[in-house]
């Protein structure tokens, strides 16, 4: 069974820091790209930032780039989103997906599994 849980949410104010957790299971991990992607109240879901296990390749939105960090602990099965300089605009449920692939990471629209998502409240 595949499972995708994310942690690591919270409240914190802005020009704050908060790293999020991805921890996946019931796939080969090494063959997946991860995605990390946010959806705020009233809009549409974005990608955020994702990394392919297997080539090790990342790639950032424009909104988030130069303060998000994305990372893979492929031995814990486990992606991370350091995430700096947090602004209000950055409030939103943050999602972890997964889909097979090497390349293309940064194609949002066809990741397969999800997870439940984690909320990240930036106040101002």
């Known amino acids: 069974e595949v499972r995708i849980v994310e942690s690591g949410g919270g409240l914190v104010q802005a020009g704050g820091s908060l790293r999020l957790s991805c921890v996946a299971s019931?796939?080969?991990?090494?063959?997946?790209?991860i995605g990390w992607f946010r959806q705020a109240p009233g809009k549409e879901r974005e990608g955020v930032s994702c990394?392919?296990?297997?080539?090790?390749?990342?790639h950032y939105a424009d909104s988030v780039k130069g303060r998000f960090t994305v990372s893979s602990d492929n031995a814990k099965n486990t992606v991370y989103l350091q995430m700096n300089s947090l602004q209000p605009e950055d409030t939103a449920v943050y999602y972890c997906?997964?889909?097979?692939?090497?390349?293309?990471?940064?194609?949002?629209?066809?990741?397969?599994?999800w997870g439940q998502g984690t909320q990240v409240t930036v106040s101002s």
């Open positions: 997906a997964a889909d097979r692939r090497t390349f293309y990471c940064e194609h949002f629209d066809y990741y397969e599994y």
């Open positions: 990394i392919s296990n297997s080539i090790g390749s990342t």
């Open positions: 019931g796939f080969s991990f090494d063959d997946y790209a």
